[in-house]
């Protein structure tokens, strides 16, 4: 089925952006047709800008194909820019920390508009893993994490709404039943959630000065190895690992 075109504003500073998304973002590299198409630009407006990204070093195209793709020199831009965030810099000592105390997956999100963006992540040694790469987005609802951070969001009815519109019948979300349990995660202090079938995630919030979460560390397993008493000792690891590190990231 082919995908609708992305509404992009106008301009030639977004369309840019727009390409070299679309570009960064496939798994394979495009065709000038499947760019343009993606996009909803003609042909021609989608050639000019991708002469002008391979001319600035962000895209390549092949010789043998003739199709386009993002170079690294974006993942070199977005990895200066990730070693250099405070909250990742402060993380690293307590993700590892947490991830020896756990045995599982350890990971550091924050917000990005409607999503988390995975900034760090300590994956775990033993069989069976769960594992979401560095720098990939998740609708926040679907996540621990998410869960984690929503719950102190101001605004987070507008995200459970526009998500659940956005995800459509391809994840349909009970919007009423995650207000009720962002109230809970609220009050008890960490989230659940399962984003993956036989996956079982714990989240708790980075809270600092302000009365939303800065951050959010989630801890990932395999149900099947995760019983009840597992269950709290992930939790109360958690629990001290994300204030111990509030405490760190408020002297910043």
């Not at 594992?131 to 984690?148: E, F, Q, Y």
Request: net charge neutral; glycine share 8%; charged share 20%.
């Amino acid at each position: 089925m082919t995908a609708e075109p992305v509404s992009i504003a106008e301009g030639v500073v977004p369309r840019t952006f727009a390409v070299l998304e679309v570009l960064a973002q496939s798994s394979e590299p495009m065709r000038l047709s499947a760019v343009a198409l993606r996009l909803g630009l003609q042909k021609s407006t989608a050639h000019r800008i991708l002469a002008a990204l391979i001319g600035l070093g962000f895209a390549q195209q092949s010789p043998e194909t003739g199709c386009y793709s993002a170079t690294l020199k974006l993942w070199e831009l977005g990895a200066n820019v990730i070693t250099e965030h405070p909250i990742k810099r402060a993380a690293s000592g307590f993700l590892q920390e947490l991830q020896r105390a756990t045995g599982e997956t350890v990971s550091l999100v924050i917000r990005a508009d409607d999503d988390v963006l995975y900034l760090d992540k300590m994956i775990s040694p033993r069989p069976i893993r769960f594992t979401t790469r560095i720098g990939s987005r998740v609708p926040a609802p679907l996540t621990a994490g998410g869960k984690a951070i929503l719950a102190h969001a101001s605004d987070a009815s507008a995200v459970l709404e526009r998500t659940a519109v956005a995800l459509g019948d391809r994840r349909r979300l009970d919007v009423a039943a995650l207000t009720a349990e962002l109230e809970q995660v609220r009050e008890r202090g960490y989230a659940m959630a399962g984003y993956q079938p036989g996956v079982v995630g714990f989240a708790a919030p980075i809270m600092t000065r302000g009365p939303e979460a800065a951050a959010a560390i989630s801890v990932s397993a395999p149900a099947e190895r995760v019983d009840e008493a597992g269950r709290r000792e992930i939790i109360e690891h958690l629990l001290s690992t994300c204030a111990s590190m509030a405490e760190r990231v408020g002297r910043l």
